[in-house]
């Protein structure tokens, strides 16, 4: 069994070794204290020392969480229109204040008949400039619709009709063929046009926002089915929004983007004063 032995102490007292002792020539071998240098701290690729960089605190970490959380809530929303936290809220349309809807009618003079609309069984006036018409089933129209998220449009066509381009900016907009054919078609954000002729029964689909049309290109009459995820979607009928706006837009505006002469512009906004 070797010895152990404690060889050498520091000033303060401190054992600076402790371990066997091994006979050599008779004298014994002890250990010489030198002192240890200084580990230099361990640097990063920029030379500055892990010791001296900043590592966020938990605090900081959770608000970073809790902002990203914040971020991405409006990606779980995928209706046009607020979710309703009743079981309805018919609109009181002679209310004389309103905040991005209609208040409600007290739920005291709500009746049966405010559920049902019969206004897209009434054919439309098709005898106008374009051959359309469309009959809105909407919050200004229905009122039971109010934060329900849900609309629908009636459009007649006359043989030659057109629903000129327009746009819807607050919903989506899907239809289905009930007579006649239709050459339907929008027009993306990045100018490419799609459009396909269908026939009674075939549905469609237009994206929010983008601008669209139909055209009746069937012989006789023809008639669509709208529905939209808005209780109110508007609609941008680019004819009258850039000809027969309030105040009008100036001349040289549309005759420099339509690279036309004055006088075209005059003669397009005289078709739409009335």
């Given at each position: 069994?070797?010895?152990?032995?404690?060889?050498?102490v520091?000033?303060?007292?401190k054992?600076?070794?402790?371990?066997?002792?091994?006979?050599?020539?008779?004298?014994?071998q002890?250990?010489?204290?030198k002192?240890?240098?200084?580990?230099?701290?361990?640097?990063?690729?920029?030379?500055?020392?892990?010791?001296?960089?900043?590592i966020p605190?938990?605090?900081?970490?959770?608000?970073?969480?809790?902002?990203?959380?914040?971020?991405l809530l409006?990606?779980?929303?995928?209706?046009?229109?607020?979710?309703?936290?009743?079981?309805?809220?018919?609109a009181?349309?002679?209310?004389?204040?309103?905040?991005?809807?209609?208040?409600?009618k007290?739920?005291?003079?709500v009746?049966?008949?405010?559920?049902?609309?019969?206004?897209?069984?009434?054919?439309?006036?098709?005898?106008?400039?374009?051959?359309?018409?469309?009959t809105?089933?909407?919050?200004?129209?229905?009122?039971?619709?109010?934060?329900?998220?849900?609309?629908?449009?009636?459009?007649?066509?006359?043989?030659?009709g057109?629903?000129?381009?327009?746009?819807?900016?607050?919903?989506?907009?899907?239809?289905?063929?009930?007579?006649?054919?239709?050459?339907?078609?929008?027009?993306?954000?990045?100018?490419?046009?799609?459009?396909?002729?269908?026939?009674?029964?075939?549905?469609?689909?237009?994206?929010k926002?983008l601008?669209?049309?139909?055209?009746n290109?069937?012989?006789?009459?023809?008639?669509?089915?709208?529905?939209?995820?808005?209780?109110?979607?508007?609609?941008?009928?680019?004819?009258?929004?850039?000809?027969?706006?309030?105040?009008?837009?100036?001349?040289d505006?549309?005759?420099?983007?339509?690279?036309?002469?004055?006088?075209?512009?005059?003669?397009?906004?005289?078709k739409?004063?009335?």
């Amino acid at each position: 069994m070797i010895k152990m032995k404690t060889c050498g102490v520091s000033r303060r007292g401190k054992v600076l070794y402790k371990g066997p002792l091994f006979p050599t020539s008779g004298v014994s071998q002890y250990l010489i204290y030198k002192k240890e240098k200084k580990k230099k701290p361990i640097t990063s690729k920029n030379q500055k020392p892990i010791a001296a960089m900043k590592i966020p605190s938990t605090s900081h970490v959770h608000m970073l969480s809790y902002l990203v959380v914040l971020l991405l809530l409006p990606l779980l929303s995928f209706a046009a229109d607020p979710d309703s936290l009743q079981d309805f809220c018919v609109a009181d349309l002679s209310a004389s204040i309103s905040v991005n809807g209609f208040p409600c009618k007290p739920a005291s003079e709500v009746t049966s008949d405010d559920f049902f609309f019969d206004g897209l069984t009434k054919v439309g006036d098709t005898s106008n400039i374009f051959g359309s018409n469309v009959t809105g089933g909407n919050v200004l129209t229905f009122p039971a619709l109010n934060t329900l998220g849900i609309s629908m449009n009636r459009v007649d066509f006359a043989p030659g009709g057109v629903n000129p381009p327009h746009s819807h900016p607050r919903a989506t907009e899907s239809g289905v063929i009930i007579e006649g054919k239709l050459l339907v078609g929008f027009v993306t954000t990045g100018n490419v046009y799609h459009s396909k002729v269908l026939t009674a029964g075939q549905m469609f689909v237009i994206p929010k926002g983008l601008v669209h049309f139909q055209k009746n290109v069937g012989v006789g009459k023809a008639l669509t089915i709208a529905a939209f995820n808005s209780q109110l979607p508007g609609a941008v009928v680019l004819p009258f929004t850039l000809f027969a706006s309030t105040p009008s837009i100036p001349d040289d505006v549309l005759t420099r983007a339509f690279q036309v002469e004055e006088k075209v512009v005059e003669s397009i906004k005289s078709k739409f004063s009335s």
